[in-house]
């Protein structure tokens, strides 16, 4: 059974650093495109970051150059590495498992139960 | 201001057919990229309702269906269901920006 368990969330002041981590099973990490996903209090998703299987890595314009999504194979973890928070980085975290459904697309089948960021001081 | 647009809001009784769209632009839905649609319900994580525009995983009901012309997609929900109350989300891919993936704004059914 596919299963994806974030932590790492808490209240972290304006300036501050906070590593998330996302804990797959069933299935492995390194073979998968891997996302992260947020959502403010009370408002939409926002696509945050993505690191393909082969290794590339993107981000939102909003937190290029704070966050850096990186993977450990060893323990088939995906984190997410966000340094110089602002308060509009309060939201819940989903780390997402984008799976191919044919040649070239990738949708979100798995999402985890999120954690919560709280930027504030 | 989302990439992806969508109406805040919809609404239908029990038994009825809604629909949601999900308008974009031609670096993203017209570009021949598809569309994918999530189901958030009060309290939990999004869900994959439709991949692909039009593409049920499995365990989701017939209900749901998704089509996708032009710079424009929708989500129709048919014989609504009290449990259908949620929030629906369209997601795409830009090649205009470099966020890349990008979703729409959201709407939240209500089954009246």
């Known amino acids: 059974e596919v299963q994806l368990v974030e932590s790492g969330g808490g209240l972290i002041q304006p300036g501050g650093s906070l590593r998330l981590s996302c804990a797959a099973s069933g299935f492995t990490v390194s073979s998968n495109y891997m996302s992260w996903v947020r959502q403010a209090p009370g408002k939409g998703l926002e696509w945050v970051s993505v690191?393909?299987?082969?290794?590339?890595?993107y981000y939102a314009d909003s937190v290029k150059g704070r966050f850096t999504i990186s993977r450990d194979n060893s323990k088939n973890t995906l984190y997410l590495q966000m340094n110089s928070l602002r308060a509009e980085d309060t939201a819940v975290y989903y780390c997402a498992r984008a799976a191919p459904y044919d040649s070239s697309g990738y949708a979100l089948d798995y999402w985890g139960q999120g954690t919560l960021v709280t930027v504030s001081s | 201001q989302s990439v992806l647009t969508q109406p805040p809001s919809v609404s239908g009784a029990p038994g009825q057919r809604v629909t949601i769209s999900c308008t974009g632009s031609?670096?993203?839905?017209?570009?021949?990229?598809?569309v994918h649609w999530y189901q958030q319900l009060p309290g939990t994580a999004p869900k994959l309702l439709i991949y692909?525009?039009?593409n049920r995983p499995s365990g989701v009901p017939d209900r749901f269906s998704g089509s996708k012309s032009g710079t424009s997609a929708s989500l129709a929900i048919t014989g609504l269901q009290a449990e259908d109350e949620a929030d629906y989300y369209c997601?795409?891919?830009?090649?205009?920006?470099?966020?890349?993936?990008?979703f729409g704004g959201g709407t939240k059914l209500t089954v009246l």
């Open positions: 690191i393909y299987s082969g290794g590339s890595t």
């Open positions: 031609s670096s993203n839905i017209g570009a021949g990229y598809d």
């Open positions: 692909g525009n039009s």
């Open positions: 997601q795409s891919y830009d090649s205009s920006l470099s966020v890349n993936w990008v």
